[in-house]
């Protein structure tokens, strides 16, 4: 009997903290400002809110009734609905797989740029001196020394997919890193799962905090800010703008991954996952919501900063082409002064006019960026210009990483639960399925991140087939629940 | 007579001014912002610092090509307010003849840190146009910092699974032995079990009533 006892959580809150920490995940961090920034600033909030309540929390309960009910992991839970619908569960069993193959080089990546922040002078702040050590390295200064870091040192990008450009020494260190931290987090099941999941599904929210006071009071946060909540209620009428609101509450909660089926089933069967449904559902919102002011504040510094470097940029070019003195030409007074200078010296500034740059805060503020490129270079093209950049730093990626690590569990969690129900596997030893399974998906380390790119979109067709077939299902689910109550 | 002492004493300024001009083909064009790298505590530039930076030049030739230089062989002209100006340096045992372009480069290469400190500026505030910076060698420790990190991490990740790994062998030998010494009591214990229970009536398959019936 002791062996099939089913193993439980501890309490409901390691249920709850499990689900958040798999819920709130990195696209709250990377996907969700930008498609507010997209769609239309506050306005993007409507859209959001809505699909939340149509489609988010029903599904969500939806799962967690199914898991906690059957008490089996996805495949078990769905052939026990019905026999046709296994192939449901397996086919979301296999989703999650790739999931795991990708997410972890996120990790790998989180990593990286972690173990780098512990130097006197961030790698990313400044570009490498080049062979001859007469200035910085010529890649570098076409891109920015943040992108130059991304694409070179830690990628070390390929020009194309067709071109394979060999394993990375560094980042297969940190992927295997990666996983090595997964399976301590899994060994145990839900007894090792349920201890780690109260540091990150909390970890993450004093980051943000921090970040939050910190962002408010940087320079030109507040250009940022207001950029976001001014809504533009134009974009509601775009179609675009509701298909992404539903895409995201769907990617955003993790619906359709078996992961919440997963989790549920080792509830106790009286586990009252009405309220709890709600409350993870709100809480992912809302972090949503908390995580794009934080986000916005950055953008918003780093726009000022960019602007303020480009009319820096222009004055001094004015400065040497007239030979005026220093302090003739301020950042303050710069267009003033190209007027007066543009009539007073037609032709030497016509010379002049391929060479000056348009500096507009509103084109640096509406440059969008989503996904790696966000967090991975936009923040810290914003983090290298703060002061004590290395404690920021250092703080920003371990909350990348506790993000990351909270969605891997549920991933993970969806593959071994269905395949610990099978008979025959569970007399083997638990820990051992687990590093097999581990070793197995080391190889991925071949993949590269235009299979990432790849993996992430088209990963959403599997929720979406999911979806309809569990709507036209949810009354039988619904009778299933009736019955067994 | 006199003419011809006013024309030898002029002759050195008119020719210097002949040697030096903007775009003089072995000159170079100086810019310094004095004013962004020291702010407030920025000096004037006057006729003393231009002696200084002279000073500096002429050191760093002295240095790079083993000639006495003089402050006298280094001519500057066309000054302007944002502080840039033209200079070439003449040859200390002809003052006619200009030293060439690529010595000049060079040396003022060689001696770079140097003449910036001596301005109390660097190479982004004191510009030399045309001639690159000699930018300091990156510092490259024996084993890369991050590594360090990442062996700790991966050391303490390491430790802490084999040590779950053999708790949860030491557990299984310990149940063991548990189970062993239970089954050697089982007899005993199911004996005085089924003598105090009386047993519970199943009232689906018979009536229950314990009076026998009269």
Redesign the interface.
């Known amino acids: 009997m002791a062996k099939d006892a089913r193993d439980n959580w501890e309490s409901p809150t390691q249920f709850v903290l499990a689900c958040v920490s798999y819920a709130v995940g990195l696209g709250n961090v990377w996907r969700f400002p930008y498609l507010c920034q997209m769609h239309g600033g506050g306005g993007f909030l409507i859209p959001y809110l809505l699909m939340l309540l149509l489609e988010g929390v029903p599904l969500f309960y939806l799962e967690l009734a199914i898991g906690q009910k059957m008490r089996l992991g996805s495949i078990g839970a769905w052939t026990a609905i019905s026999p046709y619908l296994g192939g449901i569960g397996l086919a979301s069993v296999v989703t999650s797989m790739y999931l795991c193959l990708y997410y972890n080089i996120i990790n790998a990546w989180s990593?990286?740029y972690?173990?780098?922040s512990?130097?006197s002078v961030l790698p990313w702040a400044a570009c490498?001196?080049n062979s001859n050590?007469?200035?910085p390295m010529e890649e570098c200064e076409k891109a920015s020394p943040t992108q130059y870091f991304f694409y070179r040192e830690t990628l070390n990008i390929s020009p194309s997919i067709e071109k394979n450009g060999g394993i990375q020494t560094?980042q297969a260190?940190?992927f295997?890193?990666a996983w090595?931290?997964t399976?301590?987090f899994i060994?145990?099941g839900v007894k090792?799962t349920g201890k780690v999941v109260y540091f990150t599904a909390t970890f993450p929210y004093v980051v943000l905090f921090i970040y939050l006071i910190r962002g408010m009071t940087l320079h030109g946060a507040l250009n940022g800010v207001k950029y976001m909540f001014t809504p533009k209620m134009e974009e509601l009428a775009n179609p675009t703008t509701w298909i992404n609101a539903a895409t995201q509450i769907f990617f955003s909660l993790g619906l359709g991954f078996g992961s919440l089926i997963a989790f549920a089933s080792y509830n106790q069967y009286h586990n009252n996952f009405e309220r709890q449904a709600i409350i993870v559902s709100l809480i992912n919102s809302g972090t949503s919501i908390f995580a794009s002011i934080v986000t916005f504040a950055i953008y918003g510094f780093k726009a000022t900063i960019n602007y303020e470097n480009c009319l820096d940029r222009t004055r001094i070019l004015l400065?040497?082409s007239f030979?005026?003195?220093?302090?003739?030409i301020t950042i303050n007074n710069v267009f003033e002064m190209i007027e007066k200078l543009n009539t007073t010296f037609p032709e030497q500034f016509a010379e002049l006019s391929n060479k000056l740059e348009d500096c507009s805060l509103e084109n640096e503020l509406s440059t969008a960026v989503e996904g790696a490129g966000l967090a991975f270079i936009v923040y810290s093209e914003a983090i290298k210009n703060m002061p004590l950049s290395q404690l920021w730093s250092v703080l920003y990626f371990f909350m990348l990483l506790m993000l990351g690590m909270g969605s891997m569990l549920g991933n993970i969690t969806a593959i071994t639960t269905p395949l610990r129900d099978f008979k025959f596997l569970s007399h083997v030893s638990n820990?051992i399925v687990k590093n097999i399974r581990n070793r197995i998906f080391l190889q991925s380390k071949y993949f590269g991140k235009s299979f990432c790119v790849m993996l992430v979109v088209f990963k959403g067709l599997l929720p979406k087939l999911i979806c309809t077939n569990t709507t036209f299902f949810y009354n039988i689910a619904g009778a299933l629940q009736a019955k067994i109550k | 007579m006199l003419g011809r002492i006013v024309f030898f004493l002029c002759l050195p300024s008119v020719l210097a001014a002949q040697l030096c001009k903007p775009n003089a083909a072995e000159g170079f064009k100086v810019?310094l912002?004095?004013?962004?790298a020291l702010g407030d505590n920025a000096y004037e530039w006057n006729r003393n610092q231009r002696f200084l930076f002279q000073a500096a030049i002429a050191f760093a030739m002295s240095h790079h090509l083993d000639l006495e230089f003089n402050v006298s062989n280094i001519l500057v002209c066309d000054e302007?307010?944002?502080?840039?100006f033209w200079f070439v340096v003449t040859s200390p045992d002809d003052p006619s003849r200009l030293v060439g372009k690529e010595s000049v480069e060079l040396a003022v290469r060689a001696s770079r840190s140097r003449i910036n400190n001596i301005l109390l500026l660097n190479d982004a505030t004191l510009e030399f146009i045309g001639v690159?910076?000699?930018?300091?060698?990156?510092v490259k420790p024996a084993t890369p910092?991050?590594?360090i990190?990442?062996g700790v991490?991966?050391g303490i990740?390491?430790a802490?699974?084999v040590f779950?790994?053999v708790s949860?062998v030491v557990q299984k030998k310990r149940k063991e032995n548990e189970v062993a010494e239970e089954e050697d009591d089982d007899e005993e214990a199911q004996m005085k079990r089924m003598a105090g229970n009386e047993g519970i009536c199943n009232t689906s398959f018979s009536e229950c009533d314990r009076n026998t019936q009269m």
Do not use: M
């Open positions: 990593f990286w972690l173990f780098h512990f130097q490498p001196v050590r007469t200035g560094g260190l940190c295997l890193l090595v931290i399976y301590l060994i145990r090792s400065l040497n030979n005026l003195a220093e302090d003739s820990e | 810019r912002s004095i004013k962004t302007t307010p944002r502080v840039s690159l910076p000699t930018l300091a060698a990156p910092s991050w590594l990190v990442f991490v991966i990740i390491g802490g699974i779950l790994l949860t």
